[in-house]
């Protein structure tokens, strides 16, 4: 049994997430126009969209505040999003919910989004 969605590109799967922030739609382009993505797909419980892509050991998983699996250039292997809510402290909400695993080591992800042991 899968749950696991796939879109013909980043653009559909995006609309799927209508309360994005719009504000961090153009980065999202902007991060990911040079990647040569073979697939697009949610996780059974969409808390992100992630990117398979050519040649890569890892995907790219992309939240409503930031893009994981890609550089900064100051050394992180995430990029946050103009508006996120990393910081915003909606911990308690929906705090008992189980996450998506993460894309690169599987355990559940916190409510954050980010990997704490991979990013
Ligand atoms: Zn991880």
Not at 35 to 44: A, G, K, M, Q
Not at 51 to 80: C, K
Request: glycine residues 10%; aromatic residues 8%; charged residues 20%.
């Amino acid at each position: 049994m899968s749950t696991r969605q796939t879109y013909s590109s980043i653009d559909s799967a995006l609309s799927t997430f209508p309360w994005w922030p719009k504000a961090n739609l153009e980065r999202i382009h902007e991060l990911t126009s040079g990647l040569s993505i073979t697939e697009v797909y949610t996780p059974p419980r969409r808390s992100y969209i992630g990117l398979v892509v050519e040649g890569a050991t890892r995907i790219v998983s992309i939240s409503s505040g930031f893009v994981a699996g890609v550089q900064d250039g100051r050394g992180n292997n995430w990029v946050a999003l103009p508006v996120n809510a990393l910081r915003d402290g909606d911990a308690a909400k929906g705090r008992d919910q189980p996450m998506d695993p993460c894309p690169i080591c599987s355990i559940g992800l916190p409510k954050s989004g980010l990997c704490g042991n991979c990013f």
